[in-house]
């Protein structure tokens, strides 16, 4: 049989817990839990406070089991509808998301592919899942995202007559600046052994993207950047799932999954109501915006993963895995403020029911751990994300329609849109690990990563809505091992490569829900765009074996 060469160091970490340690233990748990904030608090503070009761009573064993599995259905349900965190999809860091995720794979630059030996591997990689053994997991992350955008556009002046250009020149708006609330971002996650070589997980995770909010008005005029996004707060995104981890040999770890991504969508934003060929209008008036949220969900879309992992010796590992994509079929519900110009003067919204489609993309990991001595652990990983199957966001309106609008059919329904995506895939290479220290009874691991991706949105269609460009991704953390459980936690850095979209290159027109018989695209996402996140994260994690 092959040894694990941390082997060592995790059983110079576990060790008996004296009652102070317990309590100690106990009350850390119940701190961290009333500290993340009213959005989940209310689920996960009586769940904990379960757990701690009970634990008093018969066990830490006992007591941490009862609580995180309280504390993860009530957390479930609390946190859906109050907003715990938003994302759209599974195990990728760029395009819709931000950066990697998890308090002790993050810690690593999220090279945790080969390495993964705790329920963090249900994202990464699910053959170790058996490693893992029985166990508990919770961990919770908060995303400080800010981004700055200066907007550009092209304006063309057009003879009344002909519609034809006889003029263009260049406009710049004043820069305007998006950022995140403090919404942490969790992980709950329980194992148990099956038999010898069976491993069943039960978990709930949220990719670490950015809920990002936009003014609606700068210095008492219209936002620039309202025709692409005002806010995606509402929104509420988790997987949940079951994963199991095998082991058919020695040297050898099978994983897979089953996942569901739930929740809800919900964005904000500005539409115009002017008619393209209509001479008393221009696109951008703000007495012809349009105010609209759509509000996407209930959102049920399976999906699962599978991986592998060999241990070729005892210091070399290797590990693959694959996520398979989500396609995501929604009702929706649409409500519009609608102009205040007297063209809309008599006109009203009748209905508000509508579908969203879109697809979320397949990824692929590989990586290498080599641990040169057994406190020692160092990985370089490599992935690649299927973005490009992830080329429009479709809506279909079912009963939506315009009632008493001059000029129109009455009624006037709203014609289905497609907002284009055109995603290209996106590559990243990890590079990290982790060193135990013997402080006495205790064991002190430290982390550290690094980690650079390619944006998987091309700058023509790069908007608010979905800042992502290249990033380098600096990261550090630490272990502590107490008896059999460990406190983690993780500070993360995220440098972002500004990106220049060209006005004569913007490809996203604004939306507009009332069409003319000219279609003349009327673009709104150039200008320069720059974003910087940090990630700071605390977890708990105990050994049931």
Known sequence: MLADPRSTRRARARGGLSRGRIIRCACTLAGLGLGLGTRVDAGLAAGLDAGLAAGLDAGLDAGLAA????????????????????????????????????????????AFTAGADDLGAIWYNPAGVYDAGPQLLFDASWLHFETSYARQALLEQRDPNTGAVVGRYRQTFDPVNGATPVIPIPTFAGSFSLRDDLVLAIGLMAPYSAIAHYPEAVGGAPAPQRYSLITLEGSAMAVVGAWVGWKPHDAWRVGFGLEVLAGKFVTTTMASGCVPEKFFCAPEQ????VLTELSAGPII??????GVTWHASERLRVGAAFQLPFFVRAPAELSARLPTTPAFEAAYQEGSSATVSFELPWSARVGVEYSPVPELALELDATVEGWAMHDALSVHY?????????????P?????????????NAFSVRAGGEYGLALGEYTLDVRAGASFESSAVPPEYLSVLTVD????????????????????????????VPVE??????????LAPVKGN??????????????????LGLGFTYDLR
């Open 398 to 410: 079912d009963d939506v329609a315009l009632r008493n609008l001059a000029g129109f059919p009455d």
């Open 67 to 110: 609580g995180l599995a309280a504390g993860l259905a009530a957390g479930l349900a609390a946190g859906l509808d109050a907003g715990l965190g938003f994302g759209v999809g599974t195990a990728h860091a760029a395009g819709l998301y931000f950066s990697e995720r998890g308090v002790r794979p993050l810690a690593r630059g999220g």
């Open 286 to 289: 703000p007495e012809w915006d």
């Open 518 to 535: 000219v279609e003349d695209a009327h673009y709104v996402n150039g200008g320069s765009y720059a974003a910087t996140g940090d990630v």
């Open 469 to 496: 460009m290249p990033k380098l991704t600096a990261s550090a953390g630490l272990g502590l091992h107490v008896g059999k459980a460990r406190f983690d936690a993780v500070y993360a850095h995220i440098f972002a």
């Open 501 to 510: 979209v060209d006005a004569r290159d913007a490809r996203l027109p604004i």
């Open 301 to 306: 879309a399976p999906s699962g993963n599978l």
């Open 412 to 424: 006037y329904r709203f014609p289905d849109q497609a907002i284009a995506r055109n995603f290209d």
